[in-house]
């Protein structure tokens, strides 16, 4: 790019930077030094191959969405949380509020995950051990009572029986007299991770996909500001991907719901905005924030050149982080502080939009109060007191950083055209990516890179070629034992004496014809959501909704390989 494009680009970059809204704060450095909001090629000179880096809030988005970066807004602090019941989770997320988070994001327990009720034979000494237990909207309004839904964002971190669980979240905000237009927040709903990496499904992919539709062509038209998908590319990195594979896996996922999207006949300026991503902070610092920004370039050239989208928020990619939970060590606990503090940087460098922090014996239990306090706390010294706020994408031009970002975008897109001819050059019933992705999980393709790629490492490990404090290396330590959150198993009692009563307690008959009628629709091309809505109204639980689907459309089990 020669130094008139260059001159022009930073004109472009300064007018929406003058015209656009930012914080009160001092963006000096601690000594009181005034830096600018962005940093660029010294005026004047020419830069080969600067259109693929550019500027803040311009395509391809490598920088960020905005022109302000966070001086405009900082990231959105998320903190994860579930455990228990209702009411005790409920107390979490007031001290999250109340201690500065900006945001909710919900934990659920393994059998609310899988589409069971507490009472199920299968859910026995697992209510309220990974997060919390829902079985019905009346655990929903436990779950948020005193808590506005329309003045906070919500993520719910569900994919299998995503949408009546999200259901009941509506009904709650019914109940609370809210207008559910005004909600906003996030929905994961990514089903094709499951397949690839989690494992936490109902049903074979396509009825899943229906179901999906549904929501996306809902939500489009209803709650226009709550974003029905969030791709999630942080449980294949847990599986043991490298980071090129979870960016291609994920952005792939991604656009397989762009095609399910185009093939339901919605306006991909309208519906691609309800997309967002979910991504893992590991710990090899640069690489992780150079997968950020490829992530952001990638999916707006896809967007505007493969699927036609011309508006400037169908080409954003907006995601969320975690740091990573396989990172988090049992041994010296207390090094994980550091690891989290660091993969929370990295977030933030590379431009996310919200952040949930990794509590130091997350590898041994449930958070303590105190742990989630140290979490939490991790992310405001790092909003608050050690500048990285004050400067768009403040990397960028580096060479190592744009050197790895440049790999990671080309190993992704030779792993996507390996998807793509996954699905063979035969009419696409969704689209080709979908294709190949279905084809992939059906031939174990996705679980066999990943499996590689995990094994790889660990060798890496075992050899000590690559080292983990405290546990391959640096071993000796005064540390004394921590004391873990354990959850009683009173919990799970007292949570089937509460379903007890409140089934003895509902109209059975209307529960039973608004679940036929369901299912009914289910049958037909019609949307499923307001049947599946009124069916949540007369309090049927979350198993008496997907046990009837199960009935209807049977359930997946994954091929055995070997």
């Not at 059998?111 to 929903?140: F, I, K, N, Y």
């Not at 990496?197 to 226009?224: N, S, T, V």
């Not at 949930?356 to 742990?371: C, G, K, Y």
């Amino acid at each position: 790019m020669n130094a008139d494009e260059i001159a022009a680009g930073r004109a472009r970059w300064q007018a929406r930077y003058d015209a656009a809204r930012k914080r009160d704060a001092d963006f000096t450095t601690l000594s009181g030094t005034t830096v600018q909001p962005v940093y660029g090629p010294p005026e004047g000179t020419a830069y080969p191959g600067f259109e693929r880096i550019g500027w803040p809030g311009e395509f391809p988005y490598t920088r960020g969405l905005y022109p302000t970066g966070y001086r405009g807004r900082a990231w959105t602090i998320r903190q994860f949380a579930g455990f228990g019941n209702a009411q005790q989770t409920n107390e979490r997320y007031k001290m999250i509020l109340g201690a500065g988070g900006g945001g909710l994001s919900v934990a659920f327990d393994m059998p609310t995950l899988m589409g069971r009720d507490s009472d199920d034979p299968q859910a026995l000494g697992e209510v309220g051990h990974c997060g919390v237990a829902v079985d019905s909207a009346a655990d929903m309004e436990v779950l948020f009572d005193g808590i506005d839904l329309a003045g906070v964002t919500t993520s719910m971190t569900i994919s299998g029986p995503a949408v009546p669980v999200f259901c009941m979240y509506l009904v709650a905000a019914e109940r609370q007299g809210i207008d559910l237009s005004r909600l906003d927040g996030t929905l994961q709903t990514d089903i094709f991770k499951e397949y690839i990496a989690q494992k936490e499904w109902l049903f074979d992919p396509e009825p899943h996909l229906r179901l999906i539709g549904d929501l996306m062509e809902y939500c489009a038209a209803e709650i226009p500001r709550y974003k029905p998908l969030s791709v999630s590319g942080y449980h294949i990195r847990e599986a043991g991907s490298t980071a090129a594979q979870e960016l291609a896996y994920t952005l792939a996922d991604g656009f397989g719901y762009v095609e399910l999207g185009l093939s339901r006949g919605l306006d991909v300026n309208v519906f691609a905005p309800g997309l967002s991503f979910f991504f893992d902070a590991h710990l090899d610092f640069f690489e992780e924030i150079a997968k950020f920004r490829a992530a952001r370039r990638i999916w707006a050239r896809w967007l505007r050149d493969v699927y036609g989208a011309t508006s400037e928020k169908a080409l954003w990619l907006r995601f969320h982080t975690q740091t990573a939970g396989v990172s988090l060590t049992a041994q010296q606990p207390v090094n994980n502080v550091v690891r989290t503090a660091v993969e929370a940087l990295a977030a933030v460098l590379g431009g996310t939009n919200s952040l949930h922090t990794n509590a130091l014996d997350e590898t041994l239990a449930l958070p303590t109060d105190e742990s989630a306090e140290i979490a939490l706390r991790t992310q405001q010294v790092l909003m608050e007191e050690i500048g990285v706020t004050n400067v768009a994408d403040p990397l960028g031009g580096s060479w190592y950083v744009e050197a790895l970002t440049d790999a990671i975008e080309a190993e992704a897109e030779e792993i996507f055209a390996r998807i793509r001819q996954l699905g063979g050059d035969g009419p696409h019933r969704i689209g080709p990516m979908t294709s190949g992705i279905l084809r992939g999980i059906e031939d174990g393709w996705f679980t066999g890179h990943i499996a590689e790629s995990a094994f790889t490492y660990q060798q890496a490990l075992e050899k000590g070629d690559k080292k983990i404090v405290g546990v391959n290396c640096h071993t000796g330590t005064t540390a004394k034992e921590l004391e873990i959150l354990r959850i009683s198993h009173e919990v799970e009692l007292e949570q089937r004496r509460v379903l007890a009563e409140r089934k003895a307690a509902r109209d059975d008959a209307a529960v039973t014809a608004a679940v036929t009628r369901m299912v009914e629709v289910s049958r037909t091309g019609g949307n499923m959501i307001p049947p599946m809505l009124d069916a949540v109204r007369a309090e049927a639980t979350l198993g008496e909704i997907c046990d009837a689907l199960r009935a209807e459309w049977g359930t997946y089990r994954e091929p055995a390989r070997f």
